[in-house]
């Protein structure tokens, strides 16, 4: 089934590009403005056989994993909390919620008068787009945890940490897997938003700069490759990670 | 620890295994209090099979969370084995009426759970557990996860699960509730032929009556809320009793029926009194 998905994809893919490639031949627009799926490519080829696609994909996976990583660890210890104190949620939680709406890129003039134009910036940044999300789904996975395996559990003698990570963990995972997918996903937008406002290095800043050189090929290779590697991360990581959770818990809808 | 129950009588010249005296719940709903038990009172003998009867409603699986230490009383109390009953204990292990159990673990991980949490080392685990799923003739489906099984299957699983802790008490809460009839009446049997070899204290609730007369030593009629306990019946009978079809089950029965049909009238009664108002 998979593999039909797959296939259906690519042939929708080559038609697109086949289209693509006629529109720009019409020469309604200058090529300058829109750019013919040929010239992108060598663009393409260019830009990985001089390795700036390279070094720029490094930088921003680096800067991804820390901001990420760091979003996550106090995403889980925030959402813990919050999801074991009434009082927590109504004031920490309620103002993740708010926190949550202001566009991440927002932190961004803040995060400079803190840091300094640096990594460190860029960094504050990407936590400060994925944190909310991934607190809120942790504290809404623990709290949505049935209360009958809670009670069963308890009837079986667990209580304290046994009963937190043997019961209330495992049963909260499937939302906790899903916030933490979305929570990555904003991290991405979030650090090319970062690292096309100010420059040092990474994928934001070799698109920001194909912009400055009138490039619009560049502009144009540098976004199939930043959407490539969202689309793959989140493929073959997340959703793998996702599906396989949801299929064991038998929470996979079978779809006719 | 054996007991002979050939002839369907309680084990004899024995104290109350658990004690339930004048125990008063109620809860807070958004337009006043609902009172749902008041003033129950019943002891349980070592050993014996009880069945709490009685309509969607009348507080019979409250007062069961209430044994099992889930729910606090506002009034009264309950000892199990001499021990007042204040948090959940294994020797009290509750069979729900909906599965319960853990979808992230396999069938067999899931009987072992309760002794997991006890401490029992892994190889001694697996040995009960296996034992249990046996008991309930599911050998075959050890490393099955919980949404492969089916609605009996699951329920076999969730008593293998309760039997595996081994406690003084097992308290079960409509547990064959969403099964079919056929499945329901093989249940029946297995659960008289298991409890039999295993000679734990049950109390098992239902708004079944029949059920409750095929399974009981003794069958207590709750009335609808609050719940009081309306009246007892004793039932003796050979076992393994068969849930349909024996007449003299039969009319113990359709007496408990009229009883319970008396309480529906009231209850109409009283639900239309107050409608007018």
């Not at chain 1, 909260?172 to 899903?178: H, R």
């Amino acid at each position: 089934m998979m593999g039909e998905t797959s296939l259906t994809f690519i042939i929708f893919l080559l038609a697109f590009i086949v289209l693509w490639h006629v529109v720009a031949q019409a020469g309604i627009w200058p090529s300058y403005i829109f750019p013919s799926p040929v010239e992108v490519l060598s663009a393409m080829l260019h830009g990985i056989d001089d390795e700036s696609f390279l070094h720029g994909t490094i930088a921003s996976l680096k800067r991804m994993a820390i901001g990420f990583g760091v979003a996550v660890f106090i995403g889980v210890a925030l959402g813990a909390a919050i999801s074991q104190s009434r009082v927590l949620e109504r004031t920490l939680g309620t103002l993740m919620l708010g926190v949550q709406t202001l566009p991440s890129i927002c932190w961004l003039p803040l995060a400079i008068l803190w840091f300094g134009l640096n990594d460190k910036a860029i960094i504050f940044v990407v936590v400060a787009g994925a944190v909310g999300s991934i607190t809120m789904a942790i504290s809404a996975g623990i709290s949505n945890v049935p209360p009958i395996y809670i009670n069963a559990a308890r009837t079986m003698g667990a209580k304290g940490w046994s009963l937190f990570s043997e019961v209330v963990f495992p049963a909260a995972l499937p939302t906790m897997v899903s916030g933490i997918r979305q929570g990555w996903s904003f991290a991405w937008r979030s650090l090319m938003a970062g690292e096309l406002l100010y420059v040092s290095a990474g994928l934001g800043q070799l698109l920001q700069m194909g912009r400055e050189l009138n490039d619009i090929n560049q502009v144009v290779a540098v976004m199939i490759v930043i959407m490539s590697i969202g689309f793959l991360i989140e493929r073959l990581v997340f959703t793998t990670i996702e599906e396989d959770v949801r299929r064991k818990w038998g929470l996979v809808k079978h779809k006719t | 620890m054996k007991k002979e129950r050939k002839d369907g009588s309680r084990p004899q010249g024995m104290m109350a295994e658990i004690e339930i005296r004048d125990v008063w719940k109620e809860f807070v709903m958004k337009d006043g209090k609902l009172s749902a038990l008041e003033g129950i009172s019943i002891g349980v003998q070592k050993g014996e099979f009880l069945c709490i009867v009685g309509p969607s409603g009348c507080g019979k699986s409250t007062l069961l969370s209430i044994i099992a230490g889930l729910t606090r009383p506002e009034k009264g109390s309950v000892r199990v084995g001499g021990r007042e009953v204040s948090e959940p204990g294994p020797d009290r292990v509750v069979m729900f009426q909906e599965s319960a159990l853990f979808p992230w673990l396999t069938a067999i991980q899931n009987i072992e759970f309760g002794l997991k949490m006890k401490g029992v080392e892994e190889k001694e685990r697996r040995r009960v557990a296996l034992k249990y799923l046996n008991l309930v003739n599911l050998e075959r489906f050890e490393n099955s996860y919980i949404h492969e099984l089916s609605g009996g299957m699951k329920q076999r699983v969730a008593l293998a699960r309760a039997l595996a802790m081994e406690p003084e008490v097992l308290l079960m809460d409509e547990p064959f509730a969403a099964l079919d009839a056929q499945s329901r009446d093989q249940f029946h049997i297995e659960l008289q032929q298991i409890w039999m070899k295993t000679g734990q204290t049950i109390i098992f609730v239902t708004h079944n009556v029949s059920e409750a007369v095929c399974l009981g030593d003794r069958v207590v009629l709750f009335t609808y809320r609050p719940g009081r306990v309306k009246k007892e019946f004793r039932v003796v009978y050979p076992r393994p009793r068969e849930s349909r079809g024996v007449p003299k089950l039969a009319a113990i029965t359709s007496r408990i029926l009229g009883e319970l049909r008396v309480e529906f009238e009231r209850y109409m009664a009283e639900a239309l009194h107050d409608g007018r108002n």
